[in-house]
């Protein structure tokens, strides 16, 4: 309900200001369209309140209201019945007319589509027959200089200021669906990418290699003896090593390289434009760091490191083949004595791990 009740107020300011401008610059339109017309005193008065009061006055009922949004759809079908009203009243006066409906099915369709259209309609309707009951049918199919001249500020101005609404709408909906696909590529727990989107970029990075012919390398880590840490520590504190690993991972790395969390206790790691050797250097840096890692509530716990690289080689097949090798380096990390880095040296033939 809070949710829908944020929605609701957000509803309600991005129509105040068309509401304001539009009903302050539309009671122009309709003064000069009843001047020439003997009508009651007290008309003029509604007219100064629906052009210059109703618009804070429909504010604060919208907000103040348990349900925003829908006090908000009310309020907009109250525009469109005072809309019928002022037409039937001035008798249909041509071009004031067509600004008044336009201008009110436009803001219609912009805040509810088809179906706050059809509504609108009905309540310009609904509108009419009261005038109609009220002063009688009449048209006026004249229009004078001074009618033209007041709706030009109706037909400029108030499409301008629907139209910022509109552009400023469309602005924050793509900064939520940025927002959304960051998100939807990243892991929840260590703000890296998560294994899928790290697996799309690796086959991105591997076609750049083979067309540009530039040299990158690929890391697989692993963290030693994970599940030991979280069967003894608990999976709060194995948690917090893997947020920690994140950590360094982008304090000891480029802005053009691509970490991600791979799955559990693994991670991954693109690095374009970067030699085996550049490669391992980082590698040895990063594996240096979470060696003298130490968590103040188990001063006990020490953290190691099993690190796999593959340099890109022209006589890899695909990404697949390029991330195997780098797999295969890691599985001899693990099992020549962990907390190293092992490393696929390629000739055209065979592959040495070091």
């Known amino acids: 309900m809070d949710k829908q009740h944020g929605k609701g107020l957000s509803f309600a300011r991005r129509i105040y200001l068309p509401r304001t401008i539009g009903l302050g610059i539309g009671s122009l339109s309709v003064a000069a369209a009843l001047y020439p017309l003997d009508l009651p005193v007290w008309i003029w008065v509604l007219l100064a309140l629906n052009g210059f009061v109703w618009p804070h006055l429909a504010y604060q009922l919208s907000t103040r209201s348990a349900f925003p949004y829908k006090a908000e ?56 027959l009261i005038a109609w009951s009220l002063f009688g049918v009449g048209v006026s199919l004249s229009t004078t200089q001074l009618q033209v001249w007041a709706c030009l500020p109706m037909l400029t101005l108030y499409p301008l200021a629907l139209g ?45 290699c083979r067309q540009r012919h530039e040299p990158a390398a690929i890391a697989l880590i692993d963290i030693d003896h994970f599940k030991a840490i979280n069967d003894t520590y608990g999976h709060v504190l194995g948690d917090s090593v893997l947020r920690q690993l994140s ?18 206790d693994e991670f991954c790691v693109i690095l374009p434009n970067t ?63 962990r907390n190293k ?7 055209t033939s065979t592959a040495v791990f070091e």
């Open 275 to 337: 030699s085996l050797q550049q490669a391992r250097e980082v590698m040895e840096r990063l594996r240096n760091v979470l060696q003298d890692y130490r968590n103040s509530e188990v001063p006990d716990l020490r953290v190691s490191l099993s690190i796999g690289l593959a340099a890109y080689q022209s006589s890899l097949s695909d990404a697949t083949a390029w991330f195997e090798e780098a797999d295969r380096a890691l599985y001899s990390a693990k099992n020549t004595g």
């Open 341 to 347: 880095v092992s490393v696929t040296a390629f000739d």
């Open 73 to 128: 759809r009310r309020n907009l079908l109250y525009d469109s019945l005072c809309g019928g009203f002022w037409v039937a009243t001035f008798q249909f006066n041509p071009l004031t007319t067509v600004t008044i409906l336009s201008m009110m099915a436009m803001n219609n369709v912009a805040a509810g589509g088809y179906r706050l259209f059809t509504l609108g309609t009905l309540s310009q309707l609904t509108g009419m």
């Open 164 to 208: 910022m609404v509109c552009y400023q709408l469309a602005i924050k909906l793509s900064e939520h669906k940025r927002t959304l696909s960051a998100l939807s590529r990243t892991d929840s727990l260590t703000g890296l990418l998560n294994h899928g989107a790290w697996k799309d970029l690796l086959q991105l990075k591997f076609q750049e």
């Open 247 to 264: 950590i360094e991972l982008k304090c000891n790395l480029r802005e053009s390289d691509l970490a991600g969390r791979y799955g559990g």
